[in-house]
């Protein structure tokens, strides 16, 4: 092994910044761990002359892939560039050119990471992408490596700091939406689109890839049913309170014996649950295993220095197995075959709020629905709406299969005493 390795850096934004400080910072560790010393020689950024607050101690910025891709001195290539189709085509390239790449890249991974670790495993090289969930918490090591003699059978977790921000600020200070997330925008933690965040796309990315390291099983970006926040309402999260739940956008993965399902939702936790503890912009994935039991990682979800250690761990990993000559193995070959559940495999409670007329016969019309669809009634709320001659129902179900709840939904549409079915969400935890 060499004395020096040199390292390329694609990216020198939030992350890269932070790659650079933690290397500079830890090298007397990195040489302890590794064996060697650790050089970042080339950055590549999309504007040389930008002001960067970020020293780069002789690395040499460039705006040409190819310094780094083509550099046959540079044996690793981290990706903190963020985008899906250059960030692909680089990463192809260099593992191509038989450097080992760590990415912080979700997105990049949930759609691509199928045929970059194939790459990879086919050029002899690692691929690792621990930053690219939940970034300061080490969940993929844990799900591969800590959990690895378990069979893991449910994953739920929060791992979109943005909407984790919106929903405890809307919850715990009444605020409204638009002016939380403007503020989840100024602290950094959302996207420059934050579309992603609140549709819950971002958090369906990460989900898809704790769905395949955890089952095993690839699941695709359009396995994940996909729902977010945007029309969350503060009364619909003063009724949760008053009812004992919090509510949190959960990326949820189950399993029953072959078959799993896999979606994003705003979720009611009971308040003991300890995913509803989990506020602000933090992360925590909560996972099931049938011999562990209950298992909850938590920790800072984006930022600067903490996805800057996910990333730097990672190049640490790529150093061990370099020195150990074992690279090239980072490609966890699925076990099974995917099988999804049909909504009428999926089970779960639901939370509903309904406008309807307050008059005689509106409570018997909508308990003589669900009764006749098979919806057993858990609670039942009613509270008359001030000078409308309108009353609020919220009503909470027990276990009903999704396929059987859709079509309560549909019917509600067309009862003559429903004015309006103002939201519905999904409940969990419950039956811990
Ligand atoms: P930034 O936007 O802060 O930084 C991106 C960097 O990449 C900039 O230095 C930019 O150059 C450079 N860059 C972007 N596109 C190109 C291009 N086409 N060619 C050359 N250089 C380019 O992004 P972040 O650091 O926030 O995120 C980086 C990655 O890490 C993303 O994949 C993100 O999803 C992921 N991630 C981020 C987290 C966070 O907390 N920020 C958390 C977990 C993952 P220039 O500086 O010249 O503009
Ligand atoms: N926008 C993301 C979030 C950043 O809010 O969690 C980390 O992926």
């Keep these: 092994m060499k004395d020096v390795i040199s390292v390329g850096l694609l990216g020198?934004?939030?992350?890269?910044?932070?790659?650079?400080?933690?290397?500079?910072?830890?090298?007397?560790?990195?040489?302890?761990q590794v064996g060697c010393n650790v050089k970042i020689t080339k950055i590549l950024v999309s504007q040389l002359e930008k002001k960067r607050d970020?020293?780069?101690?002789?690395?040499?910025?460039?705006?040409?892939?190819?310094?780094?891709?083509?550099?046959?001195?540079?044996d690793v290539v981290i990706e903190v560039m963020g985008g899906i189709e250059s960030a692909r085509e680089h990463v192809l390239k260099a593992l191509r050119n038989h450097k080992h790449v760590v990415t912080a890249?979700?997105?990049?991974?949930?759609?691509?990471g199928k045929e970059l670790l194939q790459a990879a495993a086919e050029n002899g090289c690692d691929l690792f992408y621990?930053?690219?969930?939940?970034a300061g918490i080490p969940i993929l090591r844990s799900l591969t490596e800590g959990l690895s003699s378990d069979r893991i059978t449910k994953m739920m977790g929060i791992v979109n700091g943005t909407t984790n921000y919106i929903l405890t600020k809307m919850s715990q200070e009444g605020r409204g939406y638009d002016e939380v997330l403007k503020e989840a925008q100024e602290l950094g933690f959302a996207?420059?689109?934050p579309t992603s965040d609140v549709e819950g796309l971002d958090a369906a990315r990460k989900i898809a890839i704790l769905g395949t390291l955890g089952f095993s099983m690839h699941i695709d970006l359009d396995?994940?049913?996909?729902?977010?926040?945007?029309?969350?309402?503060?009364?619909?999260?003063?009724?949760?309170?008053?009812?004992?739940?919090?509510?949190?956008?959960?990326?949820?993965?189950?399993?029953?014996?072959?078959?799993?399902?896999v979606s994003v939702e705003p979720v009611l936790l009971p308040d003991a649950h300890p995913l509803?503890?989990?506020?602000?912009?933090?992360?925590?994935?909560?996972?099931?295993?049938?011999?562990?039991?209950?298992?909850?990682?938590?920790?800072?979800?984006?930022?600067?220095?903490?996805?800057?250690?996910?990333?730097?761990?990672?190049?640490v990993e790529v150093l061990k197995n370099m020195r150990l000559d074992v690279n090239g193995n980072s490609a966890v070959i699925p076990q099974f075959v995917k099988k999804l559940k049909t909504e009428?495999?999926?089970?779960?409670?639901?939370?509903?709020?309904?406008?309807?007329?307050?008059?005689?016969?509106?409570?018997?019309?909508?308990?003589?629905?669900?009764?006749?669809?098979?919806?057993?009634?858990?609670?039942?709320?009613?509270?008359?709406?001030?000078?409308?001659?309108?009353?609020?129902?919220?009503?909470?179900?027990?276990?009903?299969?999704?396929?059987?709840?859709?079509?309560?939904?549909?019917?509600?549409?067309?009862?003559?005493?429903?004015?309006?079915?103002?939201?519905?969400?999904?409940?969990?935890?419950?039956?811990?």
């Excluded at 970020?54 to 540079?74: A, F, H, K, W, Y």
């Excluded at 621990?130 to 939940?134: G, M, P, T």
């Excluded at 509803?276 to 909560?286: G, Q």
């Design 130 to 134: 621990e930053a690219s969930v939940a």
């Design 344 to 432: 009428d495999e999926v089970f779960a409670k639901y939370f509903l709020r309904i406008h309807a007329k307050d008059k005689p016969g509106t409570f018997a019309a909508l308990t003589t629905l669900f009764s006749e669809l098979e919806i057993s009634l858990e609670k039942i709320l009613q509270l008359p709406l001030k000078n409308s001659g309108l009353a609020e129902i919220i009503i909470v179900t027990h276990k009903a299969a999704k396929s059987d709840y859709k079509n309560v939904l549909r019917q509600l549409d067309l009862l003559e005493e429903v004015v309006d079915v103002k939201s519905s969400y999904r409940v969990e935890g419950d039956e811990r």
């Design 54 to 74: 970020v020293q780069t101690n002789g690395s040499r910025l460039t705006i040409n892939p190819d310094d780094i891709l083509e550099d046959s001195e540079i």
């Design 223 to 261: 396995d994940v049913s996909v729902s977010g926040i945007s029309s969350v309402t503060a009364e619909d999260l003063e009724y949760c309170r008053q009812l004992g739940y919090t509510m949190k956008l959960v990326g949820i993965a189950s399993r029953t014996e072959d078959k799993a399902e």
């Design 191 to 193: 996207e420059a689109d």
């Design 105 to 112: 890249n979700k997105d990049l991974m949930a759609l691509h």
């Design 276 to 315: 509803a503890s989990v506020h602000n912009e933090f992360n925590a994935i909560y996972v099931y295993g049938e011999a562990v039991g209950e298992t909850m990682f938590y920790g800072p979800g984006a930022g600067k220095l903490p996805t800057a250690t996910a990333v730097v761990s990672d190049l």
């Design 12 to 32: 020198l934004g939030t992350v890269g910044s932070g790659v650079v400080h933690l290397i500079d910072n830890h090298q007397d560790k990195l040489k302890h």
